[in-house]
């Protein structure tokens, strides 16, 4: 369902990560469920190993892995949940250089994730949702990197 609602607002390709599938430009990938998905160099890998805090997928185990592989070129964005999963993965990525976003909580519909988060990675970016999207194409420019 979230892949219909996701893709009813974006002109990205939204699809479920499929096990060593080329991340390409112009795509959203979803962790299908049961399955942490993680960036593998320029491919996505799945994983069945146990959940991490009770979760998997786990935005954690993507985030950390994406930080590992693209380091100061990874931004991670958290938004709206309820639980702390994404902070440490967000905080990973800021340590290795890269940009942290995190939607404000007063904005989210569940502020658990956001403020947990922001405990984790107090200089990260903190915008509303509706600004994230801007921020994003700010930081990301128009490059000519392989994936996006």
Same mark, same amino acid.
């Given at each position: 369902?979230?892949?219909?609602?996701?893709?009813?607002?974006?002109?990205?390709?939204?699809?479920?990560?499929?096990?060593?599938?080329?991340?390409?430009?112009?795509?959203?990938?979803?962790?299908?469920?049961?399955?942490?998905?993680? !960036?593998?160099?320029?491919?996505? @890998?799945?994983?069945? =190993?146990? *959940?991490? /805090?009770?979760? %998997?997928?786990?935005? #954690?185990?993507?985030?950390?892995?994406?930080?590992?592989?693209?380091?100061?070129?990874?931004?991670?964005?958290?938004?709206?949940?309820?639980?702390?999963?994404?902070?440490?993965?967000?905080?990973?990525?800021?340590?290795?250089?890269?940009?942290?976003? !995190?939607?404000?909580?007063?904005? @989210?519909?569940?502020? =658990?994730? *956001?403020? /947990?988060?922001? %405990?984790?990675?107090? #200089?990260?970016?903190?915008?509303?949702?509706?600004?994230?999207?801007?921020?994003?194409?700010?930081?990301?420019?128009?490059?000519?990197?392989?994936?996006?």
């Amino acid at each position: 369902m979230f892949r219909t609602l996701l893709g009813a607002v974006t002109r990205l390709n939204v699809c479920d990560a499929d096990d060593k599938q080329p991340l390409e430009r112009g795509y959203v990938y979803l962790a299908p469920p049961d399955y942490h998905l993680l !960036v593998e160099g320029t491919h996505l @890998a799945l994983s069945v =190993e146990s *959940p991490v /805090a009770f979760s %998997r997928p786990s935005i #954690d185990v993507l985030l950390e892995s994406a930080g590992e592989e693209y380091g100061d070129r990874c931004v991670g964005v958290v938004l709206t949940g309820a639980n702390d999963d994404g902070a440490r993965g967000l905080a990973r990525i800021r340590e290795l250089g890269g940009a942290a976003i !995190v939607q404000d909580p007063a904005t @989210a519909e569940r502020p =658990e994730m *956001p403020r /947990a988060a922001l %405990r984790a990675v107090p #200089d990260a970016d903190v915008l509303p949702l509706e600004e994230i999207a801007p921020r994003l194409v700010e930081l990301c420019g128009t490059t000519k990197s392989t994936t996006a």
